[in-house]
C-alpha cells in the first residue's frame, strides 16, 4: 500500500513540477491533504480572504482601505468573522508598537457590521489577538502604561526606564451584546522584584514563580517588556494561555475567578487567584533553571489543543506553539503536554521546582529547515487527518507537514506589500506578513447554505489550470476511456472504462484512505456510495494514475 500511495504521491509531484510557481498555490497532493477551506488576514491591506486548497478565493470580507489587521480574525461556526483592525496610519498613536490593534468588529457572513468596539489612547492599546468564547463574550489583552514614578514604586529598576514609562498588560472579557466588561485581569497585580528593598513587591524571585518579575527586560528597556502576542482559551478548564515572547514563556492564568480575585492570590479553583497558575519555556525569567532549562524562543500562536475533533487525539489537552527563533536561520513549531491535576486544579512541578514537562512532546520542522523561519508571526494549527497546518509569517509562506514530514501542500501569500504579486515574483522577506493561516473542514456549519464557488485569485496573472492537472477525471478519459456518473451522485456510482487485463482501481477519501478496490479487465461497475461521507473523492488507475471527482453532495 505505501508503495501504491507513494506512486501517487509522485504523480502529483511531478504535475506540479512543470507549473514552477512562485506564489500562490505550489504544491498539492490531495490523497494526503485536509480538504478545507483557509483563512487568512495578511498584512498591510485590508481584507480577511477564504481560499480552498487550490489557492482560490471562495469568500471576501473587504474593509475601507485605510484599514490593516490589528492582528487576528476567527470564523465562528454561526458564519460571523470576529476580527480585530487598526487604521494604517499611527504616526500620532500614543502607544504604538509592532502587533499594534485599535477595534474589534463581529460582522455576519454578508460582511454587515454587527458589533464595535474600540480601546486607543493615551493609556491603553489593543493589540495583537483575541480570544473569543463558547458563550459569545471576547477576550482581548491591551497595552496599559504605567508612568515612570509607578514603575519605580513597584520595584522597576531605573537603569531600565530608558523612555520613563512602561507598557504593562490587562486581559478582559467584554460582553458584545451589552458592551460591559464582565471580567479582567491586570499582571501589574502581580508582581515581584529583588532590587530595592523600599519599594513595592520586593522578596526573592526564585521562591515566587508564580508572580512576574518586574525586572526581567530582554528588550532593551523599551516600554513594551512582555509583548503579549497570542492567547487562547480553554472551555474546559476555563483557563486563559498567554504568549509572553520577550520572557520566552506561556503563562496560564485561572478564569475561574471574579474580578476582584483576579486582582490578588488566592480564590478560583485553583485557589490562586490572579497569580500565574503555570508558566513554561524559560526558567531564567524568574531566576530559576538553567540554560537547557529554556525551550521557548520568541513564540508565537500558543494554544490549548482541546478541540473536540481531535479529542482521540494523543496531544488532546497539550499546548502548541510555533518557536520562531529556535535557531539562527531556522524555526520549529512544538506541542508540549503540562501535568495537570484536575483534582486539585493545579498543574504539577518535577522535584527541581519547575513546571513540567522537561521537554517538548514533538518538534516539527520543514524537510528544508530553512523554509521555515520567522523571527515574530507565524501559526501551527493541528488537523483532523493528524498533519499540521504551518505558516512561516515573515514569508507568508503555509504548508502542510504529515506526521512523516512530507510536505503535500504549499501556499505563499500572493502579495507585496499588500498588493497583487504577479505569477513569477520571487518575495522576499516581510513582503507579505501573514500573521496566522487556519484551516476549516468543508463541513463546518459557518460553511452551510454558503456559496463557496471559486471567485478568482489574490495574485494577478494567477495558473488557472494548476489544480485541473491532478484534479480533472477527464486527464484519465483518453487513455482508459474512463466515465464516472452520475456525478455528483447520492446512491450509486457507475464506473465504465476499458483497459487490459487486471487492471486496478482504487478510490480514496479526501484523506487518503483507500474506501474501494478493484481489479478488473475493463468494463461497468455499480458502486454503492450511499454510506459515504460528502465530499471529494480521488480514483486512481494501475497505481500511478490519479484524477478527482465528487461523490456526494
Same mark, same amino acid.
Given at each position: 500500500?505505501?508503495?501504491? +500511495? ?18 500562490? +498555490? ?45 492582528? !487576528? ?8 468573522? =470576529? ?37 486607543? &489612547?493615551?493609556?491603553?492599546? +489593543? ?6 468564547m463558547p458563550n459569545g463574550h471576547i477576550i482581548a489583552v491591551a497595552w496599559e502604561l504605567k508612568t515612570r514614578e509607578e514603575a519605580i514604586q513597584a520595584g522597576r529598576d531605573t537603569s ?21 466588561? /464582565? ?21 526573592? =524571585? ?71 497558575? @503555570? ?41 502548541? /506553539? ?74 507568508? @509562506? ?6 512523516? &514530514? ?15 504579486? !504577479?505569477?513569477? %515574483?520571487?518575495?522576499?522577506? &516581510? ?31 494567477? &495558473? ?31 464506473? %465504465? ?27 461497468? =461497475? ?28
Open positions: 500500500m505505501l508503495r501504491y +500511495l507513494l506512486s501517487l504521491s509522485l504523480l502529483f509531484c511531478a504535475l506540479f513540477a512543470t507549473t514552477q510557481n512562485t506564489i500562490g +498555490l505550489l504544491s498539492y497532493e490531495p490523497n494526503k491533504t485536509f480538504d478545507g477551506y483557509n483563512i487568512i488576514f495578511p498584512h498591510n491591506q485590508p481584507n480577511v480572504y477564504l481560499l480552498d486548497n487550490c489557492g482560490e478565493i471562495v469568500h471576501t470580507w473587504e474593509d475601507e482601505a485605510n484599514f490593516r489587521p490589528g492582528n !487576528t480574525a476567527y470564523l465562528m461556526p454561526n458564519g460571523n468573522l =470576529v476580527k480585530a483592525k487598526r487604521d494604517a496610519v499611527v504616526t500620532d498613536d500614543a502607544i504604538w508598537a509592532g502587533g499594534g490593534g485599535e477595534t474589534i468588529e463581529i460582522r455576519d457572513w454578508e460582511n454587515e457590521l454587527i458589533w464595535s468596539y474600540t480601546l486607543n &489612547n493615551e493609556t491603553y492599546r +489593543l493589540h495583537h489577538d483575541i480570544a473569543p531600565t526606564l530608558a523612555q520613563d514609562k512602561l507598557w504593562s498588560e490587562y486581559i478582559f472579557e467584554i460582553d458584545p451584546e451589552t458592551d460591559e466588561i /464582565v471580567w479582567e485581569w491586570h499582571i501589574w497585580d502581580h508582581l515581584i522584584q529583588d532590587f530595592d528593598v523600599t519599594k513595592d513587591n520586593f522578596g526573592v =524571585v526564585a521562591d515566587h514563580p508564580e508572580l512576574v518579575n518586574i525586572n526581567y527586560d530582554t528588550h532593551d528597556g523599551h516600554p513594551d517588556w512582555l509583548h503579549i502576542n497570542a492567547m487562547d482559551y480553554s472551555f474546559e478548564r476555563d483557563q486563559i494561555i498567554i504568549s509572553v515572547p520577550y520572557f520566552d514563556e506561556v503563562w496560564i492564568i485561572d478564569q475561574t475567578t471574579t474580578t476582584e480575585q483576579a486582582s490578588g492570590s488566592t480564590g478560583g479553583f485553583g485557589n490562586k487567584g490572579g497569580d500565574l497558575m @503555570y508558566r513554561w519555556g524559560n526558567p531564567a525569567a524568574y531566576n530559576s533553571g538553567t540554560a537547557d532549562d529554556r525551550k521557548l524562543f520568541f513564540q508565537h500562536d500558543v494554544q490549548f489543543i482541546d478541540d473536540f475533533v481531535l479529542g482521540s487525539n494523543p496531544n488532546y489537552n497539550s499546548i502548541a /506553539v510555533f518557536n520562531n527563533r529556535v535557531g539562527e536561520d531556522f524555526s520549529t513549531a512544538n506541542i508540549f503536554r503540562p501535568d495537570w491535576d484536575m483534582y486539585k486544579s493545579s498543574y504539577l512541578t518535577g522535584p527541581d521546582g519547575l513546571y513540567l514537562p522537561t521537554d517538548h512532546t514533538i518538534t516539527l520542522t520543514h524537510p528544508i529547515p530553512q523554509k521555515m523561519y520567522s523571527t515574530g508571526l507565524s501559526s501551527i494549527q493541528l488537523l483532523p487527518n493528524d498533519n499540521y497546518l504551518l505558516t512561516s509569517g515573515r514569508f507568508g @509562506y503555509s504548508f502542510e507537514l504529515t506526521p512523516e &514530514n512530507e510536505v503535500v501542500w504549499e501556499y505563499k501569500t500572493p502579495l507585496v506589500g499588500g498588493f497583487p504579486a !504577479t505569477q513569477g %515574483d520571487t518575495l522576499a522577506i &516581510n513582503n507579505n506578513l501573514t500573521f496566522r493561516m487556519k484551516r476549516f473542514p468543508k463541513n463546518y456549519s459557518a460553511f452551510e447554505g454558503k456559496d463557496l464557488t471559486s471567485k478568482g485569485w489574490i495574485e494577478l496573472e494567477p &495558473n488557472e489550470t494548476l489544480c485541473d492537472k491532478i484534479l480533472d477525471v477527464e486527464l484519465l478519459e483518453d487513455e482508459y476511456n474512463l466515465t464516472l456518473y452520475p456525478n455528483p451522485t447520492s446512491n450509486y456510482l457507475v464506473v %465504465d472504462w476499458e483497459a487490459g487485463m487486471y487492471t486496478y482501481l482504487d478510490i480514496y477519501n479526501a484523506q487518503g484512505q483507500k474506501v474501494s478496490s478493484l481489479m478488473r479487465t475493463g468494463g461497468r =461497475v455499480y458502486l454503492d456510495v450511499s454510506e459515504w461521507e460528502a465530499g471529494v473523492y480521488f480514483v486512481q488507475i494501475d497505481k500511478v494514475k490519479a484524477a478527482k471527482f465528487v461523490v456526494k453532495r
